[in-house]
């Protein structure tokens, strides 16, 4: 599948998105924590205020218990009061046997000589921040997964959008090709019955366009049946009927059965295999059909006069090659081979149906391995099958 910068777009608009969102929650948090503080401060400060003047009579007067009435009060709201005398001692602590409790929030006012001072616990301070924190969270998630949801049913409505456009695409191009493969042969064929319909001419004449009858009858056949090959191999849910096969024994009698078409065309079929047994679990009618599509394909169009046919182990797997020595494939189009109907040459004496090929790759990969090409040396094609 090939990807476009625009398919990055949602996805990365999502992330920046949740993003935001993150921010904006933490931003709001911290937020809601000053106004907190903030609330908690004027309240203070309206109450030291008084706090200083209700306490100035007993603290000039020495009324402790006063004093301690007020400390009670103070402290049944979670107020801590503190008082310190004109040198700044500490006189009294509404806390008791704890003065190191911390206080975030405070406010402290003169009382005549003494001064009163108000002061809050962190935790107290904060309750109401930490409850509504869990609703400043629920709601960013739930902001945060309405914007991926948005986002990603955009994204996948263009993904479809764009897999049914390749879709069409495909079938476009599929129709177009299969017309053009079909038209050509069956042109060939009615075009010839209606010059042997006539009559008037010779045997030698007849005959050689009866075997062009055959040839593009034969070539119709080939094609029918590998697009019956491809559909089959392509169709969800196909398995493999696996076997422990000797690679060897299948490519040794796969090419004695091509020799006498190489040997009609003139082309030396060679072989070359490893020494004992290569043993590999495939399928082995398949990777038999798989090699039978590369040699027919080296024999006929590559133009050389000699084609190698190899097996070699390699680690954790096995490899198939047919090279020639022909005239090559520009390196432009090396790739573009194992594409549906691609041919190098169109020309209509040397092209196939432009599918045996597909059905190579197709192959290899089901098995779970490939199928290459790389340049001969010094010239020619080398198509490689690896089978792990």
Request: aromatic residues 6%; charged residues 25%; proline residues 4%.
């Amino acid at each position: 599948m090939n990807l476009h910068w625009t398919d990055f777009v949602a996805p990365v608009a999502t992330t920046v998105a949740f993003a935001a969102v993150l921010a904006v929650l933490f931003s709001e948090r911290h937020a809601f924590r000053e106004a907190v503080i903030g609330w908690e401060r004027h309240d203070l400060s309206e109450r030291a205020e008084l706090a200083a003047a209700t306490l100035r009579e007993p603290l000039d007067t020495g009324d402790f218990a006063a004093i301690h009435e007020v400390g009670a009060k103070c402290a049944a709201d979670g107020i801590r009061l503190t008082i310190n005398g004109p040198g700044g001692g500490l006189v009294f602590d509404s806390v008791r046997g704890d003065s190191s409790q911390p206080e975030s929030v405070y406010e402290s006012r003169p009382s005549g000589e003494w001064r009163v001072r108000l002061g809050m616990p962190l935790e107290r301070v904060l309750a109401p921040y930490s409850r509504a924190g869990y609703g400043f969270i629920l709601a960013a998630l739930a902001g945060a997964v309405g914007v991926f949801l948005v986002f990603f049913s955009t994204y996948r409505q263009r993904v479809r959008y764009k897999s049914l456009e390749r879709t069409e695409r495909f079938r476009r191009e599929f129709i177009a090709d299969i017309s053009h493969e079909l038209k050509t042969p069956l042109t060939g064929i009615i075009g010839a019955v209606d010059l042997i319909s006539d009559g008037g001419m010779d045997r030698e004449t007849e005959l050689r366009l009866l075997r062009m009858v055959k040839d593009d009858s034969v070539r119709l056949n080939d094609l029918a049946q590998n697009i019956l090959d491809l559909a089959r191999l392509e169709r969800e849910g196909v398995r493999l009927a696996r076997s422990d096969t000797d690679l060897s024994e299948l490519v040794r009698t796969e090419s004695d059965r091509l020799a006498p078409i190489a040997e009609k065309s003139g082309v030396r079929l060679d072989v070359s295999l490893p020494d004992g047994p290569c043993v590999a679990s495939v399928d082995a009618q398949l990777v038999a059909h798989a090699l039978s599509n590369l040699v027919v394909n080296a024999i006929r169009h590559s133009g050389a006069k000699s084609v190698l046919v190899s097996l070699e182990r390699t680690r954790g797997g096995a490899k198939i090659s047919v090279e020639d020595r022909g005239k090559g494939i520009p390196p432009e189009e090396r790739e573009r081979v194992f594409e549906r109907f691609y041919r190098v040459d169109k020309s209509r004496e040397s092209a196939g149906g432009g599918l045996g090929l597909a059905i190579v790759r197709r192959i290899a990969r089901m098995h779970g391995g490939d199928a290459t090409l790389s340049p001969a040396t010094p010239c020619g094609c080398r198509f490689t099958v690896t089978f792990p």
